[in-house]
């Protein structure tokens, strides 16, 4: 980041240049109170649309900020189109797999309800929060879709057509990831599915692997947490597939 700019802050406004948009009380209270910026510093600001742009602060009070757009950083970009279903897990290991998935350029994350789900209440505004959050630290241009849970058989009856399913499952054979992704075209519609920590139940397994979509993948010979099976198949996908093997665009 621009030395000079102080904060990242993801937006739902428009951005364009000479625009002025005044921040939600908890962001005021992030730039004054937490950063303490004044009047005419620079913050950076990102919605998902129209790339990256800098801004100076006009003005600052205990729960209100004005800033005026200046000048753009960036232009928005296409990115990678992977979405990471996820049975849910305990409170902590969630909020890091949020963020992990976020840094590791999950376009979607879809909780889906299992046999074996252990938890019983998912919050989806701590997810976004959470997704917001790490959009603005790792300085992507968007903030992944949160979508409500749903049962497993209804995500997989709705599933979109020509999009690939990678299930990560610990019992029965199954190829290693980096096969399967070595012999694979980039591009295309991809998704990982994790289980919850008690694992797939079998009936779950066997349904899964006769739909065409679904490939069932090896993640090694260690048995990974619920929470690390999903970082780590992302991270092998961005490897072989996605943004890992492209050359970061600057800032203007």
């Not at 904060?7 to 005021?28: C, H, I, K, N, S």
């Not at 910026?37 to 990256?52: H, I, K, S, T």
């Not at 499952?169 to 980096?178: D, L, V």
């Not at 070595?182 to 066997?206: I, N």
Request: proline fraction near 6%.
């Amino acid at each position: 980041m621009d030395e000079r700019i102080r904060a990242r802050l993801f937006v739902e406004a428009d951005l364009a240049a000479g625009a002025e948009l005044a921040l939600p009380r908890e962001q005021a209270h992030y730039l004054a109170h937490v950063l303490r910026l004044g009047p005419g510093a620079a913050v950076a600001l990102f919605n998902g649309r129209d790339g990256e742009w800098r801004a100076g602060v006009g003005g600052l009070g205990k729960s209100r900020a004005v800033l005026r757009v200046e000048t753009r950083l960036r232009e928005q970009a296409a990115e990678t189109d992977l979405w990471l279903v996820f049975a849910p897990v305990k409170k902590t290991p969630l909020d890091f797999m949020i963020q992990k998935a976020v840094e590791l350029g999950a376009g979607a994350l879809l909780p889906v309800i299992t046999r074996h789900t252990a938890v019983e209440r998912v919050r989806r505004e701590r997810l976004r929060a959470n997704a917001i959050e790490a959009a603005e630290q790792c300085e992507r241009l968007t903030v992944p879709r949160v979508d409500e849970p749903v049962s497993l058989s209804h995500l997989l009856d709705q599933w979109p057509a020509g999009r690939r399913l990678l299930l990560c499952a610990e019992a029965g054979e199954a190829a290693p990831i980096q096969e399967i992704l070595g012999d694979s075209d980039p591009g295309g519609a991809w998704a990982v599915l994790t289980g919850p920590e008690g694992g797939f139940a079998e009936t779950e397994l066997d349904a899964m692997r006769k739909l065409p979509f679904v490939t069932a993948v090896s993640l090694g010979p260690r048995v990974l947490r619920a929470d690390t099976a999903a970082l780590a198949a992302l991270a092998c996908w961005q490897a072989n597939l996605g943004d890992w093997r492209q050359r970061p665009p600057r800032r203007a």
